[in-house]
């Protein structure tokens, strides 16, 4: 139990769409980063939110793209949704002085 | 681009034997190292971090680093059928964004 949750668990959409994924931090935790996990594969780094701005970015598309809320918790946007976007997308959240993270349970996002 | 390289397994391990899991990096500046376990179907967890080379035992798991050789590795002693998972290895790459290898999958065989 790592205090990191995630909403919703599981969810379907069809290609075009568009999908928002929600995130609340570990308490004292004020950085939240997103990651996403095709099958068979690490997470992969999408971006990180500190201080309701994003600090750093994978090689994601700008289609995906992210907030942060002053009460630290964070949404994952993905507009036009494609196929390969099918995956578990990942919260973590840690302090801005360390380097530890910790996930949440993650949304299984299915794209058809 | 920053690399974590871990071969895929899966590595078959008996019960009660030590399971030795590898990880190598590219980036020479990296300064913080984690292992996770996921479970099939779950998030990872955080089993061990470790930022000084050497070695760094927690209970049955045992983490060590080689920033010279650029390597990371963690090993398990008296595995159990419980510790069957994916092994993934983390490496900081600065200002807390974590880069994950592919994972090791991790059998241990009764």
């Known amino acids: 139990e790592t205090g990191v949750t995630q909403s919703p668990t599981h969810l379907i959409k069809t290609r075009g769409q568009q999908v928002t994924l929600r995130c609340s931090s570990q308490?004292?935790?004020?950085?939240v980063s997103w990651y996403q996990q095709a099958l068979g594969q690490g997470p992969q780094f999408i971006f990180q939110?500190?201080?309701?701005?994003?600090?750093g970015r994978g090689n994601f598309p700008p289609r995906f793209s992210g907030l942060q809320f002053p009460n630290y918790s964070s949404e994952l946007n993905v507009n036009a949704l494609e196929l390969d976007d099918s995956a578990l997308y990942l919260c973590?959240?840690?302090?801005?002085?360390?380097?530890?993270?910790?996930f949440g349970e993650g949304s299984w996002l299915t794209v058809v | 681009q920053k690399e974590v390289e871990q071969n895929s397994g899966p590595l078959s391990v008996p019960e009660g034997a030590i399971a030795s899991l590898n990880c190598t990096y590219s980036?020479?500046?990296?300064?913080?190292f984690f292992w996770y376990r996921q479970y099939s179907g779950k998030s990872p967890e955080l089993i061990m971090s470790?930022?000084?080379?050497g070695d760094k035992e927690d209970g049955r798991f045992t983490a060590q680093l080689n920033k010279a050789s650029q390597y990371v590795s963690l090993l398990i002693r008296d595995s159990q059928p419980s510790d069957s998972a994916t092994y993934l290895c983390?490496?900081?790459?600065?200002?807390?964004?974590?880069?994950f290898g592919s994972g090791t999958r991790l059998s241990i065989r009764p």
């Open positions: 470790i930022y000084s080379n």
């Open positions: 980036d020479r500046v990296s300064q913080s």
């Open positions: 983390a490496v900081d790459c600065g200002a807390s964004k974590i880069i």
């Open positions: 973590a959240s840690s302090t801005n002085w360390g380097n530890t993270i910790y």
């Open positions: 939110y500190y201080r309701e701005e994003e600090n």
């Open positions: 308490s004292g935790h004020n950085t």
